[in-house]
């Protein structure tokens, strides 16, 4: 069955901080690898990764990929509030067009 | 674009009443996702169409959940009878086909009690 695990469930930092947030999979004919964020609601896309070793950068948030070694992080450097959400991973897989998410991991940011 | 429309934001209803939960996909998205959040399981695809074609319903809990995408802008997923574990936030995505990045709705807050 096709798995995908983050740590830490939870973290607490303080603003200015920077966190990396992990991500593993364990699926069949992998096809790709998203992170979003999930502020009060609607998970909202942040990256999709495909290929290993090419970061994926927005602003203060960076992403890779080991196709290798199955994970991935999430890096946000210089942390601010507005970053406290869940961050979830989620795994596409050749074929079906469905994603498989993991549990999230919790981020607190406390000024 | 408005992005991913569902309706209602929040539903609270007896058990055993019906539900219908509706979704309004990204124009020109043609795969359709409905996936339920809860905390104990996280979230969970239940259906998902392309072309309004059911393609995989496999995480459809029992026959009290259905699906339809009767046309490209508009799907509903019912329960019928609603029971407490039910209660969870029902997310509907869409994407273009082929496309793994899938852009979600505000969700529908279902409260069964």
């Known amino acids: 069955e096709d798995k995908v695990v983050q740590s830490p469930l939870s973290l607490v930092v303080h603003e200015g901080d920077t966190v990396t947030l992990n991500c593993s999979y364990e699926?069949?004919?992998?096809?790709?690898l998203l992170w979003y964020k999930q502020e009060k609601k609607a998970p909202t896309f942040l990256f999709m990764l495909t290929s290993s070793g090419i970061e994926k950068k927005s602003g203060r948030l960076s992403s890779i990929l080991d196709k290798k070694e199955l994970f991935s992080i999430l890096n946000i450097t210089a942390t601010q509030t507005g970053d406290s959400a869940v961050y979830l991973c989620a795994v596409g897989t050749q074929g079906a067009q469905k994603l498989v998410f993991g549990q999230g991991t919790r981020l607190t940011i406390n000024p | 674009d408005a992005g991913v429309i569902q309706s209602p934001r929040h539903e609270v209803t007896e058990m055993g009443q019906e539900v219908t939960l509706r979704c309004k996909p990204i124009s020109g998205h043609n795969s359709l996702f409905w996936y339920r959040q809860t905390m104990m399981r996280g979230l969970e695809l239940l259906i998902y169409f392309n072309n309004n074609v059911p393609i995989d319903d496999s995480g459809m809990p029992e026959d009290r959940f259905s699906a339809k995408m009767p046309n490209a802008s508009f799907s509903t997923l019912k329960i019928q009878p609603s029971e407490p574990r039910d209660s969870a936030v029902y997310f509907c995505?869409?994407?273009?086909?082929?496309?793994?990045?899938?852009?979600f709705g505000q969700g529908t807050r279902l409260t069964v009690v």
């Open positions: 995505a869409s994407s273009y086909t082929g496309r793994n990045e899938a852009f």
């Open positions: 699926v069949t004919n992998f096809r790709s």
